[in-house]
């Protein structure tokens, strides 16, 4: 489980989880492979990134390859997936599902869509996860919306650049199928901008829908900042959010929340062990978060120097 914050007193908390912990990685993986069943005279082959298969309801029954420990999982998920979502409707807290490796993800994104379906009828309250770092990152977005769109519920995206690239590499070259990441890190960022431009052209347009920018890159704060005063897309609309993790980035935080953007900071909760290589999977999400370090801790030693100087060595907020 990990926690959104509202930084600067601005916004609601919000809550994340991942289907797979929920469920256990083998119940979900059948599930991803109830969603990819072949024709009958077309031999299984291992199945590449989400298709639109997974959205269209042509599936077969979701618990029928399980075995019955699987089952048992796999309900007790669901169970806990909707007293999680009526919760989260209830105080009015946004309740975001985590994104994982692409073989678990089209199970992840299709159990998350019935939850748009049901819960995202006034407002958007769940929220799915998009990689930008796929190559199809960009066709998921937009299949979603415009599912959402012609089924009228409200459309709620978190994007990330995404965590998972040399499993996802390994297993690619393993079986033989393409390898679903972008190429180059600067091929990531543009397919974020992307789909970034897309969403928030459709609040534009349509305003049935909120976006999550969670990054701790300056670059594609700046784009969502431009883009947004070129839409006429205002901080009170309260439709796009800023993320970044506890502890990091906060000279992006903290004058993003001074202007009014509603802006929250990911705080991981558990256990130790488990929390830590979730923090890895972050830093190595984003090669932008090493550098952000470097310049955060740049900005820190000048304002020392400056308290030192003008000898306010102690802030007093006026």
């Not at 919000?14 to 969603?35: D, L, P, Q, R, V």
């Not at 932008?288 to 100087?309: C, D, H, I, P, T």
Request: charged share 25%; with cysteine; net charge neutral.
């Amino acid at each position: 489980m990990r926690l959104h914050l509202p930084q600067e007193g601005v916004g609601d908390a919000e809550a994340a989880f991942e289907i797979a912990s929920e469920a256990g990685c083998e119940a979900t993986a059948e599930a991803n492979a109830a969603f990819h069943t072949p024709p009958a005279e077309t031999p299984r082959t291992p199945t590449p990134p989400q298709s639109a298969l997974a959205r269209t309801g042509q599936l077969e029954p979701l618990l029928s390859g399980f075995t019955e420990e699987e089952e048992r999982q796999m309900r007790r998920m669901l169970q806990r997936m909707d007293v999680l979502a009526k919760k989260a409707t209830e105080a009015g807290v946004r309740l975001m599902v985590d994104a994982e490796q692409t073989y678990f993800q089209p199970a992840i994104s299709r159990l998350t869509l019935e939850m748009q379906r049901r819960f995202n009828v006034e407002k958007p309250l769940i929220f799915n996860t998009y990689q930008c770092y796929l190559r199809d990152a960009y066709d998921n977005v937009t299949l979603d919306l415009e599912l959402a769109r012609r089924e009228g519920w409200c459309f709620g995206a978190k994007l990330v650049r995404g965590a998972y690239m040399a499993q996802e590499r390994a297993r690619a070259a393993e079986i033989g199928y393409e390898d679903p990441i972008n190429p180059t890190y600067e091929a990531t960022n543009a397919m974020y901008h992307r789909c970034l431009n897309y969403v928030l052209e459709e609040l534009k347009n349509n305003g049935k829908a909120e976006v999550m920018v969670a990054s701790h890159n300056e670059d594609t704060v700046r784009f969502t900042l431009r883009r947004m005063e070129e839409l006429g897309l205002h901080p009170a609309d309260r439709q796009v959010y800023f993320g970044q993790l506890l502890g990091m980035c906060d000279q992006i935080s903290f004058p993003l929340g001074q202007a009014g953007f509603p802006v929250y900071k990911y705080v991981p909760y558990g256990p130790v062990m488990e929390v830590l290589p979730y923090l890895s999977r972050r830093a190595l999400e984003n090669n932008s978060v090493m550098k952000g370090a470097r310049r955060e801790r740049q900005l820190l030693w000048q304002e020392l120097k400056r308290r030192l100087y003008t000898g306010n060595l102690f802030y007093r907020p006026a």
